[in-house]
């Protein structure tokens, strides 16, 4: 009884530090700490877990521990910064699966039966097809337009799934168990194939969420406290991550899942207007000559790793001309929560520059240039005139407000919900085509 006591002490300091580190996480200049926090505490948890599982396989459990830590040590070192989201995404993944094999191996081991080794094994199967998806869609290795037949699909998987759910009470059997598994992963296939790439940064975070939930369920399986609350924290940061995307983006999780966004004809003219070019030239000179300069990172960023050439250029505006540079960031932008946020970051940009949405929309109208690089959709003005625009309703940064525009993208292409920027075709925008840390690396060369 009294190691129980030390060892549920020991678990409830580790979800204390989690919480702590969740809390750090929240500040870019205590972020570092907080990965730190949360490190320590799994280790301890692994460690702790370790000491008490029974003797029979030890070498067994080492080796598999060792070769998963040098894993995810090469993984995190091979992946570039701008590849983040698909990290997360097959993280959601594994932690789907591993949940999915706990709640079976529970079954095969124990003879348990219980609701929440199911609940664990049917969430879980379904967070590791939907991001194994999610990172094959975000890597643009596979892509699928939505069909007609997925949401009557996906409504009958669903129902066999609830009557294989009942089954499985009834036969209390490890057959009926693997059915239920195999028909979570298929659902979490079907549910996640004809999502749009706008709707990535929702999804992820649904994912996040599923995977946390299920690791809380096998955590009541295993009456392991660390998991219990560790899964419940992964699982409510994902929800309220999904109900801020969401709101961000005027959707909803049936639109999301069922209801793809719309797509409009996209062409080189708009309301009887055609783009006009501008050059690195004329950006260099508007941007010296300016008082104030808001930079509006978007994918396209991320696609181009220009977050360094950004740095460069505010550094160089403020330090050589004294200019006021500020960058704006839009919730959704890029394809996962806080993307252009982690770029930035890498990039070592003074966080006191970035703001959020409602905190740079006043700056605009006093901006003497908007530097967008593919920010498309987040600053389409159809989202506040346009009813039938898929985008309606979302709010957008009001980048059209400045007094010059500087457009940054390879074509006049619209973004990932179809719709037509109007913006590209206002008088006080200029387009600059091109890779997006190039056109920077010449602006800066010119300034």
């Not at 594994?94 to 191996?105: K, M, R, W």
């Not at 929440?116 to 999610?134: C, M, R």
């Not at 009456?223 to 409510?236: D, E, H, M, Q, R």
């Not at 050589?320 to 919730?331: L, N, Q, R, S, T």
Request: proline letters at 3%; aromatic letters at 10%; glycine letters at 8%.
């Amino acid at each position: 009884m009294i190691i129980s006591e030390r060892l549920y002490f020991i678990y409830l300091a580790v979800a204390f530090l989690f919480i702590f580190a969740i809390k750090a996480l929240a500040r870019p200049n205590t972020a570092r700490k907080g990965n730190y926090l949360a490190m320590f505490g799994m280790g301890v948890a692994v460690l702790i877990t370790l000491l008490i599982l029974p003797t029979r396989n030890d070498f067994g459990i080492l080796t598999a521990v060792t070769l998963a830590a040098a894993l995810g040590i090469f993984l995190a070192n091979l992946i570039q910064i701008t590849a983040l989201p698909q990290m997360i995404a097959l993280l959601n993944g594994v932690g789907g699966l591993s949940s999915l094999l706990v709640g079976l191996a529970q079954m095969l081991k124990e003879n348990t039966y219980s609701f929440d080794v199911s609940a664990g094994i049917v969430i879980g199967g379904i967070a590791f097809s939907g991001s194994l998806v999610a990172f094959l869609k975000l890597q643009n290795i596979y892509r699928i337009k939505r069909l007609p037949f997925f949401n009557l699909l996906n409504i009958l998987l669903w129902a066999a799934l609830i009557a294989t759910w009942l089954k499985f009470y009834e036969t209390q059997s490890i057959n009926t168990a693997l059915i239920l598994g195999a028909m979570a992963v298929l659902f979490g296939l079907t549910l996640t194939l004809p999502v749009g790439g706008a709707d990535m940064p929702i999804v992820i975070s649904v994912l996040n969420a599923f995977s946390g939930f299920a690791a809380s369920f096998i955590g009541f399986c295993l009456s392991n406290i660390a998991l219990i609350i560790t899964g419940a924290l992964v699982g409510a940061g994902g929800t309220i991550l999904a109900v801020f995307m969401t709101r961000a983006m005027n959707r909803n999780l049936a639109a999301v899942f069922f209801k793809s966004l719309e797509t409009q004809k996209t062409d080189q003219t708009f309301s009887g207007q055609t783009a006009k070019t501008g050059s690195v030239e004329d950006a260099a000179y508007f941007m010296q000559n300016a008082n104030k300069v808001i930079i509006v990172p978007g994918y396209g960023m991320a696609a181009a790793g220009a977050q360094h050439a950004l740095k460069q250029l505010a550094e160089i505006l403020e330090n050589k001309y004294h200019v006021a540079v500020k960058f704006a960031i839009h919730p959704v932008a890029g394809r996962m929560p806080g993307h252009m946020n982690v770029l930035l970051a890498d990039a070592k940009v003074d966080y006191a520059k970035v703001f959020g949405l409602n905190e740079i929309n006043p700056d605009f109208e006093t901006a003497d240039v908007a530097y967008v690089i593919g920010a498309n959709d987040i600053t389409n003005p159809l989202a506040k005139t346009d009813i039938s625009s898929p985008l309606y309703g979302m709010e957008i940064l009001e980048v059209s407000k400045a007094k010059t525009v500087f457009f940054v993208k390879r074509s006049l292409g619209s973004g990932y919900s179809g719709a037509q920027n109007p913006l590209f075709f206002k008088n006080n925008t200029l387009m600059l085509y091109g890779d997006a840390k190039k056109i920077t690396e010449e602006i800066i060369a010119e300034l």
